[in-house]
C-alpha cells in the first residue's frame, strides 16, 4: 500500500520566525492582564497591566510590568478603598513584595494622594513604604507634606513619614480644637 501526504503551507516559515525571534522557554510574555489575589475566599488586590513578563526561576520567579501597573487594594466589604499607579513594577515570589517604580501615585477613598518615585507593597505584612522622597496631599484638609522616606497600611489610613518632613497644612484644624 502506497501513501502519499502532500502539504502546502507556510507554517515553516512562521515556526522559522519565531525561533529567530530567540525565545526564551524561562520566560513567559501576557498582555492586557488581570490578577486577582484573594484569602479565605476574599478579594484583597487586583493586579491591572498591559505587558506582564513571568520570567520562571526555581529559587527566584518574578512577574515584570514594564509598561504600566495599576494595583486597586479592597476592604473586606470588597470595595476598592486605594490604588497604587506606576510606570513599571517587578512582583517577586520569594518575598512577596511588589517594587513600583516611576511616577508612584498612592492614593486612598478619603482623596489623599502620595507621590514618590519608587514605593514597595509587602503583600505578606500588608503595608507600604519607600525611602525616597514623598509627597502626600490631603485635599480636603488643604495639607502638602513632603519628607524621605514613607511607611503606611495598604488602606493609607495610618501612614508616617520618616525624616526631614517639612510641608504646608491647614490651621484652622489646629485652630478649631481650642
Known amino acids: ?52 513578563e513571568r520570567y520562571v526561576d526555581y529559587s527566584n520567579s518574578k512577574d515584570v510590568f514594564p509598561k504600566g501597573i495599576l ?50 507593597f509587602d503583600q505578606k505584612d500588608r503595608i507600604v513604604y519607600t525611602d525616597k522622597l514623598v509627597r502626600i496631599t490631603q485635599a480636603e484638609k488643604g495639607d502638602t507634606t513632603y519628607g524621605f522616606g514613607f511607611k503606611a497600611n495598604q488602606e493609607f489610613t495610618r501612614f508616617e513619614i520618616v525624616k526631614k518632613v517639612q510641608g504646608k497644612i491647614n490651621v484652622s484644624d489646629f485652630v478649631n480644637k481650642f
Open 1 to 52: 500500500m502506497l501513501s502519499t501526504i502532500v502539504a502546502c503551507s507556510n507554517k515553516v516559515e512562521d515556526i522559522d520566525e519565531l525561533l529567530a525571534e530567540g525565545l526564551d522557554a524561562k520566560v513567559e510574555k501576557g498582555y492586557n492582564i488581570r490578577i486577582i489575589y484573594s484569602d479565605s475566599a476574599q478579594i484583597k488586590l487586583v493586579v491591572n497591566a498591559p505587558v506582564m
Open 71 to 120: 494595583l486597586e487594594f479592597m476592604g473586606d466589604d470588597q470595595k476598592i478603598n486605594s490604588w497604587l499607579k506606576a510606570e513599571s513594577a517587578i512582583s517577586e515570589a520569594r518575598t512577596q513584595k511588589i517594587t513600583a517604580k516611576g511616577n508612584v501615585v498612592f492614593y486612598n477613598e478619603k482623596n489623599e494622594k502620595l507621590e514618590t518615585p519608587e514605593l514597595i
